[in-house]
């Protein structure tokens, strides 16, 4: 079941993003949504100002005004006044997300994740962009995320499916397969 939150979340985003692919803004709206989300995650207490109901909306549009006029598009600025004045600023990061999901349909652009102990170079991870690329048919946003527990090999995310060639799942498997020869 999918929550309120949401459903209004996903709503916003596809708003703000209709503004933007008629202005021929999309790309840029992501960045600052994105950037925006960051502030707003690096500074939770202000997001929590910005959702308190006792302080006028007046001066939260001040502060808005302060923090990010000049840096962001106008219309992504009257975008920040209209969810703090709804009430709804407070779910800015989802619909971050919400717009990044549309904004990457729209443009035929996939997600993929690798999981390595170490950081891939830049070699590797052109090599696996190419190929992830080829395999999709899709243009390809690569993030690798360095985790030490997978041990060695890599972990591929890719929508909803995963390609563990990882040796920590190899290693559990095959101490899986000795615990039940030995049971």
Known sequence: MIALASIVSERYALSLYEVAKAEGLAEQFLEELRGVAGVFEE???????????SIAFEEKKTSLNEVFAGRVHPYMLNFLMLITEKGRVGAIAEMAEAYKELYYFEEGIC???????????????????????????????LNNKVDPKVIGGIMVRIENKQ??????????ELARQLSQTIA
Not at 43 to 53: A, C, F, M, R
Not at 167 to 172: D, Q, S, Y
């Open 43 to 53: 500074y939770p207490d202000y997001l929590k100002v910005l959702v308190i109901p």
């Open 111 to 141: 997600e993929v994740v690798a999981v390595t102990a170490a950081p891939m170079t830049a070699g590797n991870l052109e090599k696996l962009k190419e190929k992830m690329e080829s395999v999709t048919g899709k243009k390809v946003v």
């Open 163 to 172: 390609i563990d060639a990882t040796i920590k799942t190899r290693l559990n």
